[in-house]
Antibody, heavy 117, light 111 residues
Framework: EVQLVESGGGLVQPGGSLRVSCEAS????????MSWVRQPPGKGLEWVSS????????YYADDVKGRFTISRDNSKNTLFLQMNSLRAGDTALYYC??????????WGQGTMVTVSS | QSALTQPRSVSGSPGQSVTISCTGT?????????VSWYQHNPAKSPKLIIY???KRPSGVPDRFAGSKSGNTASLTISGLQADDEADYFC???????????FGGGTKLTVL
């Protein structure tokens, strides 16, 4: 069974940094594109970033480019999102998602990131 | 990078059919056959119900059907059931620059 478990969310001040993680199991992690998708409170889903299985292809939404860094450790089946220069607008539930033919066929339960002073 | 356009809400009675539209551009929905749809209930994770415009993952009933015409994709749910009540999001591949883009979401109410 595919499982994705996010962790690392919390309260951070504007301008601060946070790293969230996603531990995967139940599939060959290194073979799949992995992504971060977020949902601000009361709003819809927003794609944040995606990373190929080898780590060679990286994609970011314009809103986070230059501030967020996606990475993965295939030896530990773990996906990361380093978030710097955080803004109030980054407040959201951050989901980790597994790719299947450019769709997302498995999602974690999400980790909440709140940016507030 | 604007979100794909979906109606904010739709509704139907049990047994009826509803269709949710998802309008993009030739750079996303119209340019690729990589449209997916997700069912999202509060306090749960999103669930993939349609991929590649028309395909259903194993376990998704055939009451859910996807289609596309030009820059607009659609999700039709037939034989509405009470537990279909949820938020529905479309998503499309948008090329190597923007990668993927979501719709704003549609709240389905089963009357």
């Amino acid at each position: 069974e595919v499982q994705l478990v996010e962790s690392g969310g919390g309260l951070v001040q504007p301008g601060g940094s946070l790293r969230v993680s996603c531990e995967a199991s139940g599939f060959t992690f290194s073979s799949y594109i992995m992504s971060w998708v977020r949902q601000p409170p009361g709003k819809g889903l927003e794609w944040v970033s995606s990373l190929s299985g080898s780590g060679g292809d990286i994609y970011y939404a314009d809103d986070v480019k230059g501030r967020f860094t996606i990475s993965r450790d295939n030896s530990k089946n773990t996906l990361f999102l380093q978030m710097n220069s955080l803004r109030a607008g980054d407040t959201a539930l951050y989901y980790c998602a597994k790719d299947y033919l450019l769709a997302f066929d498995a999602w974690g339960q999400g980790t909440m990131v709140t940016v507030s002073s | 990078q604007s979100a794909l356009t979906q109606p904010r809400s739709v509704s139907g009675s049990p047994g009826q059919s509803v269709t949710i539209s998802c309008t993009g551009t030739s750079s996303d929905v119209g340019g690729y056959n990589y449209v997916s749809w997700y069912q999202h209930n509060p306090a749960k994770s999103p669930k993939l119900i349609i991929y590649d415009v028309i395909k259903r993952p194993s376990g998704v009933p055939d009451r859910f059907a996807g289609s596309k015409s030009g820059n607009t994709a659609s999700l039709t749910i037939s034989g509405l059931q009470a537990d279909d009540e949820a938020d529905y999001f479309c998503c499309s591949y948008a090329g190597t620059h923007n990668f993927v883009i979501f719709g704003g979401g549609t709240k389905l109410t089963v009357l």
